[in-house]
C-alpha cells in the first residue's frame, strides 16, 4: 500500500456561518450542495447523515461533479452548505465545519513498485510537499511510505 495524503473533508457555509450548522445533524431542512449518487464524498455525506439520525432523502439540494462546484454553489447562495474539500475555500470566503480525514492510498502489487518510484520520489520533495501542504487540509505524515498487506 502506497500511502499518498490525508484530506480533510467538512462542511462549507458562508462566512459567519448564519444558520449555525455545527454538523450533519443540522442539514434536515437546508439546502444541501452534494456531490452526485456514486462519488465517495456522497457516500461520506449519506454516512455522516445516518449516523446523525438523519436520513439521507431528507436532505435536498443540487447534484453536482466536482468539490469546486459544491463550494461555487454555497458561496452563490444557491445552496445552505455543502460537503467538501478545506482546499481553497478562504478565497471563496466561505467558513469550514471539520467533520473527518480521509486516507488517499494506492494498492498495487510488489512488481509494480519500481513504477511508482517517481511518485514516491515527488512525495518526498520538499518543494513538492510545501506545495501541496500550502493548499491547506492536506496531511503528508505518511506520504510516500509504503506498507505491506497480507491478507
Same mark, same amino acid.
Given at each position: 500500500?502506497?500511502?499518498?495524503?490525508?484530506?480533510?473533508?467538512? *462542511?462549507?457555509? !458562508?462566512?459567519?456561518?448564519?444558520?449555525?450548522?455545527?454538523?450533519?445533524?443540522? $442539514?434536515?431542512?437546508?439546502? &444541501?450542495?452534494?456531490?452526485?449518487?456514486?462519488?465517495? /464524498?456522497? &457516500? $461520506?455525506?449519506?454516512? *455522516? $447523515?445516518?449516523?446523525?439520525? &438523519?436520513? !439521507?432523502?431528507?436532505?435536498?439540494? !443540487?447534484?453536482?461533479?466536482?468539490? %469546486?462546484?459544491?463550494? $461555487?454553489?454555497?458561496a452563490?447562495?444557491?445552496?445552505? #452548505?455543502?460537503l467538501?474539500?478545506?482546499?481553497?475555500? /478562504?478565497?471563496?470566503? *466561505?467558513?469550514?465545519?471539520?467533520? /473527518?480525514w480521509?486516507?488517499?492510498?494506492?494498492?498495487?502489487?510488489?512488481?509494480?513498485?519500481?513504477a511508482?518510484?517517481? %511518485?514516491?520520489?515527488?512525495?518526498?520533495?520538499? /518543494?513538492?510537499?510545501?506545495?501541496?501542504?500550502?493548499?491547506?487540509?492536506?496531511?503528508?505524515?505518511?506520504?510516500?511510505?509504503?506498507?505491506? #498487506?497480507? !491478507?
Amino acid at each position: 500500500m502506497l500511502h499518498l495524503w490525508r484530506r480533510e473533508q467538512g *462542511l462549507l457555509v !458562508p462566512a459567519g456561518n448564519p444558520l449555525g450548522i455545527t454538523g450533519p445533524g443540522d $442539514l434536515a431542512g437546508r439546502v &444541501v450542495a452534494r456531490r452526485e449518487v456514486g462519488a465517495g /464524498t456522497r &457516500v $461520506l455525506l449519506d454516512q *455522516l $447523515l445516518v449516523a446523525s439520525d &438523519v436520513a !439521507p432523502h431528507d436532505v435536498a439540494g !443540487p447534484e453536482l461533479h466536482s468539490h %469546486l462546484e459544491i463550494a $461555487l454553489a454555497v458561496a452563490a447562495g444557491i445552496a445552505d #452548505v455543502g460537503l467538501g474539500l478545506r482546499v481553497g475555500i /478562504t478565497e471563496l470566503r *466561505l467558513e469550514f465545519v471539520p467533520l /473527518t480525514w480521509e486516507s488517499h492510498d494506492i494498492a498495487l502489487g510488489r512488481a509494480a513498485l519500481g513504477a511508482v518510484q517517481p %511518485l514516491v520520489a515527488a512525495l518526498h520533495d520538499p /518543494t513538492v510537499r510545501d506545495s501541496i501542504l500550502a493548499l491547506g487540509g492536506y496531511d503528508l505524515g505518511r506520504a510516500g511510505g509504503v506498507e505491506a #498487506v497480507h !491478507p
